[in-house]
Nanobody, 114 residues
Framework: VQLVESGGGLVQPGGSLRLSCAASGFTFSSYSMHWYRQAPGKERELVAAISSTGSNTNYADSVKGRFTISRDNAKNTVILQMNSLKSEDTAVYYC????????WGQGSQVTVSS
């Protein structure tokens, strides 16, 4: 199992970023996928989740209405579109596979600062 995040970076408050997670080594369309984040000095928290077919999504209250999770099962990719970013969104963002086992990407830094 391999999960590789990309798309992080530095953005000003109010801006947007799009994170991608490329998956390989398993049947992608059979698993839910999740985005987590961890800010300095804080515990890792669940940001968004999407079911295996993409028909169901869930979001942390702190990102509802601003972030959108989606997936492309033909391309084995899960996306996190982040809009109206705030300084408190600054964190390392991780992609995680659902189901049994602990499979995480290496993380992608997102920094929201003027």
């Amino acid at each position: 199992v391999q999960l590789v995040e990309s798309g992080g970076g530095l953005v000003q408050p109010g801006g947007s970023l799009r994170l991608s997670c490329a998956a390989s080594g398993f049947t992608f369309s059979s698993y839910s996928m999740h985005w987590y984040r961890q800010a300095p000095g804080k515990e890792r928290e669940l940001v968004a989740a999407i079911s295996s077919t993409g028909s169901n999504t869930n979001y942390a209250d702190s990102v509802k209405g601003r972030f959108t999770i989606s997936r492309d099962n033909a391309k084995n990719t899960v996306i996190l579109q982040m809009n109206s970013l705030k300084s408190e969104d600054t964190a390392v963002y991780y992609c995680r596979r659902g189901g049994s086992g602990e499979y995480w990407g290496q993380g992608s830094q997102v920094t929201v600062s003027s």
